[in-house]
């Protein structure tokens, strides 16, 4: 790992705490307070549902590398919503899959870090190529000089893509790929 910039618990438990407000229920949260990849996504992260302030308290004491979300009621796209609304402007809030609401730090995104890797690798964003399907890819595909969605992406992604091309179930990256080797 190049960079880690970790939410700060404070940030965190405000947030949980507004979305207890807002959304009172008992939600599932993972949590990744691990600064270095994990060997196996198992070991990933402590998953442990947030019912109630001093359980979220505990829960959210160090700095978080990610918190992921899922309400019992709000389906994703709310929940994103909802999060994004309540985060303050301290949070990045995005998804990609499997109903879950992702949280990172403001100014976290695969953008962000694709932008800073570049810079130290002396690598101009015309040189860039990145390809995507989900919300959390937005960033990184308008930073790079061609973004690339595949056809089964989500709608926003698409929207900001330079390209499309076909889906993830029909190799769509490998025919691009494909389109620009030598």
Same mark, same amino acid.
């Given at each position: 790992?190049? /960079?880690?910039?970790?939410?700060?618990? %404070?940030?965190?438990?405000?947030? *949980?705490?507004?979305?207890?407000?807002? @959304?009172?229920?008992?939600?599932? @949260?993972?949590?990744? !307070?691990?600064?270095?990849?994990?060997?196996?996504?198992?070991?990933?992260?402590?998953?442990?549902?947030?019912?109630?302030?001093?359980?979220?308290?505990?829960?959210?004491? =160090?700095?978080?590398?990610? !918190? *992921?979300?899922?309400?019992?009621?709000?389906?994703?796209?709310?929940?994103?919503?909802? #999060?994004?609304?309540?985060? &303050?402007?301290? /949070?990045?809030?995005?998804?990609?899959?499997?109903? !879950? *609401? =992702?949280?990172?730090?403001?100014?976290?995104?695969?953008?962000?870090?694709?932008?800073?890797?570049?810079?130290? !690798?002396? /690598?101009?964003?015309? =040189? #860039?190529?990145?390809?995507?399907?989900?919300? +959390? &890819?937005?960033?990184?595909? @308008?930073?790079?000089?061609?973004?690339?969605? #595949?056809? +089964?992406?989500?709608? %926003?992604?698409?929207? #900001?893509? &330079? %390209?499309?091309?076909?889906? +993830?179930?029909?190799?769509?990256v490998a025919l691009v790929l494909e389109r620009l080797s030598f």
């Amino acid at each position: 790992m190049l /960079i880690h910039r970790p939410l700060e618990p %404070e940030a965190a438990r405000e947030l *949980v705490g507004r979305l207890r407000r807002a @959304a009172p229920a008992s939600f599932s @949260a993972a949590i990744d !307070l691990r600064a270095s990849p994990p060997s196996l996504l198992t070991d990933r992260f402590t998953a442990r549902p947030i019912r109630s302030p001093r359980r979220s308290s505990a829960l959210l004491a =160090e700095p978080i590398t990610k !918190l *992921v979300l899922q309400h019992p009621d709000l389906p994703q796209a709310d929940l994103h919503r909802l #999060v994004g609304e309540l985060g &303050d402007g301290q /949070i990045e809030a995005c998804y990609s899959g499997a109903g !879950l *609401v =992702e949280i990172a730090a403001a100014g976290v995104t695969k953008g962000a870090a694709l932008a800073e890797l570049c810079a130290e !690798l002396g /690598i101009d964003r015309s =040189e #860039v190529i990145a390809f995507g399907d989900m919300l +959390n &890819d937005i960033s990184m595909l @308008a930073w790079a000089g061609r973004g690339v969605a #595949v056809a +089964n992406a989500h709608a %926003e992604v698409i929207a #900001v893509a &330079d %390209e499309v091309t076909a889906s +993830n179930d029909d190799d769509g990256v490998a025919l691009v790929l494909e389109r620009l080797s030598f």
